[in-house]
Structure formats: C-alpha cells, structure tokens
C-alpha cells in the first residue's frame, strides 16, 4: 500500500493524504514497465492518475519493478517517495494557486494571502467560508488604512463612498462594492447566511479593489501620476 501527501487538485486541501488504490501495469519493454496508478484524496475522496516508469537493469538482484509491485501490493504503508525517487506528475494538475495583485503594501499582501489560503480550501472545509470573507475584509481594511488618513473607525462601506467623493475610486467600483452586502459591518449578524456566492463577490470585489488602487497606480509613471489622479 502506497501513500502520500499532495495538494489536491480536486478540493485545494494543502498537503492532503493520498492513497494509491489500484494500478495497472504496461510491460511494453523487457526491462521497463509504465505504471498507470489511480490514488484517491482522503480529504474529498476525488481521484488522480500518474504514469510512472520503472527501469531495470540486468545487475539489480531484486528488480525494481518487481520492489515496486511488492509495495503497492503490501498491507504495509510505503509512502511514495520512498517507493519511487523519480519526479512524478499527477493529473489533473489544475492546482488553484493563490492572486496576489503586484506591488501590495506587505501588510495588505500578508492578509491577502490568508485569505486565498482559505479560500482555495472551502470547496473541502465549507466553515472556512466565513473565515475567508472575514480575512478579505481584514484585507480591504488594511488597504483602506494605507490609501486614507481617514477615521480608522468609520464603516467599510462609508470609508469607500469618501474614497469615491475624494476621487481615488471609479464609480463602477463604488457602486459594486456597495452591492456586497458583507462589506458593511453591520453584515455581523448575517454571518450564519454568508454564501459561497457571496464570498466569490467579495473575492472578485478585493483583487479588482487592490488592483485598481495599488497595482495599477505603481505602473504609471511619475509625471503621468498628477494627470490620472487629478481628472
Ligand atoms: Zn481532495
């Protein structure tokens, strides 16, 4: 029995636990053999697939082929790397993978990568959907406090409206993001209602958000700055 750890690619778990369930062998070659293996996560219970080859040599007095086949037949746990040394691809290897927008102030990328953390895991972890909205929203308030002296205590929803009055946002984006109803703080005792749906908006809202106001800015070049900021 082979097992193994692995990020995986059905339900975004970090490092889940894998166990290689059936297998099949093409002895295509005298002294080779492909292994096809199916392993299941045993967080989800999706499946992946790999192709391993396994090369022999006349000297070898136990064949590795053969070493392998013992492992993948014993009752004893063999972890894989240990089984086989070579690089190994599963498919599929669709792996999500956290957006950071470029050029964040390091305390606003720290809580963003919380966030998408979590995110990527709620697929398998449904209660992380409320931990996640909670940390995109610690984002969009560490970016707030970077972008404005204004009262640290004033609303999230009221502190973008001034963002808007004061020309650092568009309207679109005012108007969308007074749409999320999680933005408000007084979303706090909606909490037990807070969707996947709207997690999603939330999410989508902050990258475009940061992108807008942090990412973009930096690409503009400094004599251009006073012209795009002041229209
Ligand atoms: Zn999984």
Do not use: W
């Not at 193994?4 to 369930?21: A, D, H, I, L, M």
């Not at 070579?86 to 809580?111: M, T």
């Not at 946002?169 to 969308?176: A, C, I, P, S, V």
């Amino acid at each position: 029995m082979i097992t193994f750890q692995y990020n995986c690619p059905r339900c975004g778990t970090k490092k889940s636990g894998f166990e290689v369930r059936t297998y099949y062998e093409n002895k295509k070659y005298s002294n080779q053999s492909i292994f096809s293996i199916l392993a299941t996560c045993n967080t989800c219970g999706g499946s992946i697939i790999s192709d391993i080859k396994v090369h022999d040599e006349d000297s070898y007095t136990t064949p590795l082929i053969n070493q392998f086949i013992a492992k993948l037949e014993s009752s004893n746990y063999y972890n894989l790397k240990e089984a086989y040394t070579g690089y190994i691809e599963f498919q599929p290897n669709n792996q999500l993978k956290a957006e950071i927008p470029e050029n964040l102030p390091d305390r606003v990328s720290d809580e963003l990568k919380t966030a998408e953390e979590l995110y990527m895991q709620v697929q398998a972890k449904p209660n992380f959907i409320k931990v996640s909205g909670n940390a995109y929203r610690t984002t969009l308030e560490r970016a707030l406090c970077e972008l404005a002296e204004n009262d640290a205590r004033a609303r999230l929803d009221k502190r973008i409206e001034n963002l808007f009055n004061n020309g650092k946002l568009t309207k679109d984006l005012k108007n969308f993001a007074l749409h999320i109803r999680s933005l408000s703080a007084d979303a706090s005792h909606t909490y037990n209602e807070f969707s996947l749906d709207e997690l999603n908006e939330l999410r989508v809202f902050t990258q475009l958000f940061l992108r807008y106001t942090f990412t973009l800015p930096a690409m503009i070049p400094d004599d251009l700055k006073e012209n795009v900021t002041g229209n």
